[in-house]
């Protein structure tokens, strides 16, 4: 029953953009409609995903024989698939309506139509995937996503910087589905059916299971964007439409992540190496991940590198876990795939959050450069606390919900140290890793916010941004909202939390006595509210003293300058710049630095810039050196047609010689 | 019952009352090296009621971050100063895990430190901002080596079994040489994070050396009372952790112990003071190495307890 709403709910969004193109371009009735079908769509698939919580004995599977070759139309919701599903409905209206006034139909009369269709499709595409319990119905879904995504990626065509993005994301996407085929081809080799998702059996030989997992993590791991497979996650989050990246980072990347999910659940009792591999790949993703957005000047690009660093932690903590079932040690697979599925949950909230934020300030001051922009907390206030508040909690920083998804990994990782044999106690050090990523993510936000909204503004365009309409404020405010919430009472996520744990390792379930016996989430409620209430209640005493005592405005004291000027700030490239250069080994920063000559120098300009090191210094090259060395293969191609009968002539003397 | 209200009272008084006091005694020492008779021992307290009853002048492109930023900073060092134990009595708060929410709140006041002094729009502010986040980079992970090792020496992940191990654990189990290394290492961070030489200069007159310092440039009145003390607070709860892991005397009996922990607190602040004058500030390209050596040391330490 459960499951079959969630069917029709999906297929609603899915139809949401069709009556738009029924319609004339020039009217703005289908964007409502669209909008309007989205929004009810995505609330009764959320409703069906409340009764499955409720009552999770009503949610039968749905299977039905199809007329194509291979496989059924075969449907199923379970407590795993509901973390994910969360998200991929709310962000999905969020952003629908975000579209109303960020993507208006009468100002993008081209391309409008076109990406309310798409929108629905991925939706609906995204949330197949969760539901498909066939191998074949999944690669449809798969590629209806990854399809729909691309051309939502290449909604501004006319530009060719956006062409080359969604070039890249549609060759990255592909190689992953050329992987996903081998895999569910190996997987029905090994099972006999494309039935999803099943056990492998006991009998089934080392050398197919690790295929199975090599196959998987590299098919997934290049949606999820792990380092190093992560080449066209920046460039397509950049110049996407912002709803359209804040639903790719949010929710479209998790797609990734859900499949490797399933696949380390695919053998009860995984080899160790499963899990020691996802830990490292997740460490050095998130190091590596925050490092390259620390050094970003372009504000969506610094998102999208950070959503690179969230997942390198979702993938730590699926690591965990899977070592933990290596292992048998249910704390690590409660607190590593709970903190995981935490973690995912809160990143489809914060990241969407500052992505809209960022469509807001690209609307109001249309450059995505950090460094020409300042001075918008007071242009943009309702756009700036909403900002702020997701910027805390993407730090993970206490008291909001980025802190405790955080908290559970590194409980699980120092566990590990604490009682642990000497051997294994070395996954321990995930934790000062995840310490330093903590730090740079810290120094990476401070940058954004203090270069965008903190100062004075930088350009003209800046000086003069105004926040935006009510339909974009509102679901950045409701997102705020969702942060804060979670931030304070952890324990309306716990359950769910716990029941997709027992979903995913049945045999751990029951004895491991679930999130709430290894973290007191009690105190955690009653520090946030401490901390909120110490704040409050210091703030309340600042004002009071502000009004009765004498305090007065004056100029920014700049150390004796007198009238300093905004293009005396400190730049976002400089205050990354220590960072920058102390990774410079891995970062490989470029800089153009000008001559500067004589006593009366004239105006010169200093360019500095952190590149993709996978995509810019080495795929790059190496597809332009291959297209070099293939060109001599054009010699053979001349064009008169008398040496194409010379080549036909001589290839037939060769056959006779040798026959 | 009785005894834990008492702990809890005599905690709150020590790490509300007693921070100043320690600034105190780092100038004193100092100017007793230097030949100085330097200011009275009570000095921070004075300059505190000073600044609190002064007024306030802010600046033309501030928000409200660059006025709540030291509330929340002073809040968030407070709330972690309660889960530090201090000598031999347990913390207020305890519970498994709290030594990443220990963490984590020195986060939460390093991000709205920064954010405030960015918030100015001057140039050096920034440039302090800028330093802290970096050192910060080193100096948690380094943090959190130490925490490792007490960890694996308590088999626990509560800061307050976790500290108080070193003397619980019988002198023969313990790791000596890895507790030495995690001392000195601790000691490093302590010294960067709470900004005195050789990291940073807390009487410097020139602002672009600074780094805590310059990203308090634009706060006056209560407003930077409220930093001052924030400040002092932090020393106070970073030196507690310190002291943990340098194996001070224990008597059993508790006005004695606090006692014993109260004349240790101003040790470490005498050997704040005699590091001060005894070094130079390091060139500021050259901390990092040094932060990175603090993180080694508590690295080392951590292999040293696999073996």
């Not at chain 1, 997709?500 to 007191?520: C, D, E, K, L, N």
């Not at chain 2, 030489?197 to 409220?226: A, K, Q, R, W, Y």
Request: hydrophobic share 55%; proline share 5%; charged share 10%.
């Amino acid at each position: 029953m459960t499951t079959w709403w969630l069917v029709i709910a999906v297929a609603v969004v899915a139809f949401s953009g069709v009556p738009g193109l029924l319609m004339s371009r020039r009217s703005s009735v289908g964007q409502w409609v669209a909008a309007v079908l989205n929004v009810l769509g995505c609330a009764a698939g959320g409703a069906a995903l409340i009764n499955h919580y409720v009552r999770p004995e009503r949610s039968t599977a749905i299977r039905l024989a199809w007329a194509l070759p291979f496989g059924q139309f075969s449907c199923a919701v379970d407590d795993v698939g509901l973390i994910f599903l969360v998200p991929i409905f709310l962000i999905s209206a969020l952003g629908a309506v975000y579209g109303l006034s960020y993507w208006a139909q009468r100002r993008h009369v081209g391309n409008g139509r076109k990406l309310r269709l798409c929108w629905g499709l991925m939706t609906a595409g995204m949330a197949m995937v969760v539901l498909a319990r066939d191998g074949v119905l999944f690669l449809m879904a798969w590629e209806i996503m990854a399809l729909a995504a691309f051309f939502l990626v290449a909604t501004e065509e006319n530009k060719g910087e956006v062409r080359e993005a969604a070039w890249v994301y549609l060759v990255a996407t592909h190689v992953g589905t050329l992987c996903l085929f081998g895999f569910f081809a190996l997987l029905r080799q090994a099972t006999g059916a494309f039935e999803l998702w099943p056990s492998l059996p006991a009998s089934i030989s080392p050398a197919v299971a690790a295929g199975l997992f090599v196959l998987g993590a590299v098919g997934f791991g290049i949606k999820a964007g792990v380092m190093p497979l992560h080449v066209w996650l920046p460039g397509a989050h950049a110049n996407a439409p912002s709803h359209v990246s804040a639903v790719l980072s949010g929710v479209l990347l998790k797609t990734g992540v859900y499949g490797l999910v399933r696949v380390t659940a695919l053998a009860p009792h995984p080899p160790a190496w499963w899990g020691a591999t996802l830990l490292v790949a997740g460490t050095a993703s998130a190091i590596l991940g925050i490092a390259f957005a620390v050094g970003q000047r372009d504000l969506k690009r610094l998102l999208a590198y950070s959503s690179i660093e969230n997942v390198g932690i979702i993938v730590l903590g699926v690591g965990l876990a899977t070592l933990g079932r290596s292992l048998h040690r249910p704390d690590l697979v409660v607190l590593g795939l709970g903190g995981a599925l935490l973690h995912v949950l809160n990143h489809s909230l914060f990241k969407p959050l500052l992505f809209m934020g960022a469509g807001g300030i690209l609307h109001a001051a249309h450059t995505r450069e950090i460094d020409l922009l300042g001075g918008l907390g007071k242009r943009m206030p309702r756009t700036f606390l909403p900002f702020v508040i997701g910027a805390v909690a993407i730090c993970g920083l206490p008291p909001l919900n980025g802190f405790i998804g955080e908290l559970l990994l590194y409980v699980g990782l120092l566990r590990a140290v604490a009682t642990s044999s000497r051997a294994w106690a070395a996954v321990g050090l995930g934790a000062p890793a995840l310490a330093l990523v903590g730090a740079l993510a810290v120094a990476g936000f401070v940058k954004l916010l203090g270069t965008v909204f903190a100062g004075a503004a930088r350009s003209e365009r800046a000086a003069h941004a105004r926040d935006p309409a009510g339909s974009m404020l509102l679901p950045m405010w409701a997102l705020a909202a969702c942060c804060v919430l979670i931030g304070l009472v952890p324990v309306i996520a716990i359950g769910v939390l716990d029941r997709a744990v027992a979903g995913w390792a049945p045999i751990m379930g029951p004895a491991a006595g679930g999130i709430r016996s290894f973290v007191p989430v009690g105190w955690l409620t009653g520090m946030s509210v401490a901390l909120f209430a110490a704040v409050g209640a210091g703030g309340l005493w600042l004002a009071g003293r502000r009004s009765r005592s004498t305090s007065r405005s004056a100029g920014t004291w700049d150390c004796g300058y007198a009238r300093p000027t905004a293009r005396m700030q400190y730049s976002g490239s400089s205050f990354s710049q220590m960072i920058v250069e102390l990774l410079a080994w891995v970062l490989w920063p470029w800089r153009r630095r000008p001559r500067i000559e004589g006593i009366f120098a004239g105006p010169a300009e200093f360019e500095s810039g952190v590149p993709d090191v996978v995509l810019d210094r080495s795929l790059m090259p190496a597809f332009d050196s291959a297209a070099w060395l293939l060109g001599w293969a054009r010699v053979v191609q001349r064009g008169p047609i008398q040496v194409y009968l010379l080549y036909v002539l001589s290839i037939l003397v060769l056959l006779l010689l040798f026959a | 019952m009785v005894s834990s209200i008492i702990t809890t009272f005599v905690h709150l008084v020590l790490m509300l009352g007693m921070p100043p006091l320690l600034l105190g005694v780092i100038n004193k020492t100092k100017a007793l090296f230097a030949g100085r008779v330097g200011p009275p021992l009570l000095q921070p307290y004075y300059d505190l009621a000073r600044l609190m009853r002064k007024g306030m002048v802010f600046s033309t492109t501030t928000t409200w971050v660059f006025r709540l930023g030291p509330v929340v900073t002073l809040a968030a060092v407070l709330l972690a100063g309660l889960l530090v134990p201090l000598g031999p009595f347990a913390a207020p708060i305890r519970f498994g895990g709290d030594l990443i929410l220990f963490a984590y709140l020195f986060g939460l006041a390093r991000f709205f430190t920064t954010a405030a002094a960015l918030d100015t729009g001057s140039a050096f502010e920034g440039m302090g901002a800028a330093r802290e986040v970096t050192f910060a980079c080193f100096s948690e992970p380094a943090i959190f080596l130490a925490f490792l090792v007490l960890a694996k020496l308590s088999g626990s992940i509560s800061l307050t079994p976790m500290l108080r191990s070193p003397h619980t654990v019988p002198l023969m189990g313990l790791p000596v040489a890895s507790l030495v290394l995690v001392a000195a290492g601790l000691f490093v961070v302590l010294l960067a994070e709470n900004c005195r030489i050789p990291i940073d200069d807390p009487n410097t007159h020139l602002e672009l050396t600074m780094i805590h310092e310059v990203m308090v440039l634009d706060h006056s009145g209560p407003l930077l009372g409220i930093v001052l003390y924030g400040a002092a607070v932090k020393l106070f709860v970073l030196s507690a952790v310190v002291l943990h892991v340098m194996l001070p005397a224990r008597t059993g009996w508790a006005p004695a112990d606090w006692g014993l922990f109260v004349v240790e607190m101003l040790g470490v602040a005498v050997a704040i003071g005699v590091v001060e004058s005894a070094m130079a500030r390091l060139q500021m390209r050259h901390v990092p190495t040094l932060l990175v050596a603090a993180s080694l040391l508590c690295g080392l330490g951590f292999l040293l307890m696999l073996r």
